[in-house]
T-cell receptor
Framework: DQQVKQNSPSLSVQEGRISILNCDYT??????FLWYKKYPAEGPTFLIS?????DKNEDGRFTVFLNKSAKHLSLHIVPSQPGDSAVYFC???????????FGKGTRLHILP | EAGVAQSPRYKIIEKRQSVAFWCNPI?????LYWYQQILGQGPKLLIQ????????DSQLPKDRFSAERLKGVDSTLKIQPAKLEDSAVYLC???????????FGPGTRLTVL
């Protein structure tokens, strides 16, 4: 039973445009959400997070939106750059010290 | 600051053989995690240590997998005997006290033939 779902295995976006990566979750007990980015042959690196008490968190070109009623979050990258090409994992936890549940990931391709 | 170190980076073994992976977390990080990432999936937690004690090993297949963290620093993960379905990348991560973020190592890619 997948508690964190990323239904798009891949996404292609033109350089300079907005990339939107989506994530759905089923467990209403999750209260902290994270996005990780992964390049080939490297471990995932933390990108941005959001607490369930917020609906938006912004860090430079990256913004995460949380819709608790829909159990949905999204990561917006604007403008998209070639270095953004990677696999993005959505993840969730029930408290910040608890284990992280990862989605399957979305591979983002930034086209020149 | 040095990151999480893992070795070896790649390992190929035959089924029923044994294998061990090593992880050196970021200095001072009390919490250490081992994850299994099967191709096309997200990382799945196998075991979590707080210093040298186990916090969560509910998803560790204990009939064949074992892990230890002697002295609360380095950790080893062992598989004995390996099965074909153990082919995956094994990721180690660490987290500092009170911090939100887990820092991942580069992983060990295991292929079981």
């Amino acid at each position: 039973d997948q508690q964190v779902k990323q239904n798009s295995p891949s996404l292609s976006v033109q350089e300079g445009r907005i990339s939107i990566l989506n994530c759905d979750y089923t467990n209403s007990m999750f209260d902290y959400f994270l996005w990780y980015k992964k390049y080939p042959a490297e471990g995932p690196t933390f990108l941005i997070s959001i607490s369930s008490i917020k609906d938006k968190n912004e860090d430079g070109r990256f913004t995460v939106f949380l819709n608790k009623s829909a159990k949905h979050l999204s990561l917006h990258i604007v403008p998209s750059q070639p270095g953004d090409s990677a696999v993005y994992f959505c993840a969730a936890t029930m408290n910040r010290d608890d284990k992280i549940i990862f989605g399957k990931g979305t591979r983002l391709h930034i086209l020149p | 600051e040095a990151g999480v170190a893992q070795s070896p980076r790649y390992k190929i073994i035959e089924k029923r053989q044994s294998v061990a992976f090593w992880c050196n977390p970021i200095s001072g990080h009390a919490t250490l995690y081992w994850y299994q990432q099967i191709l096309g999936q997200g990382p799945k937690l196998l075991i979590q240590f707080q210093n040298n004690g186990v916090v969560d090993d509910s998803q560790l297949p204990k009939d064949r997998f074992s892990a230890e963290r002697l002295k609360g620093v380095d950790s080893t993960l062992k598989i004995q005997p390996a099965k074909l379905e153990d082919s995956a990348v094994y990721l180690c991560a660490s987290r500092g006290q009170g911090a939100d973020t887990q820092y991942f190592g580069p992983g060990t890619r295991l292929t079981v033939l």
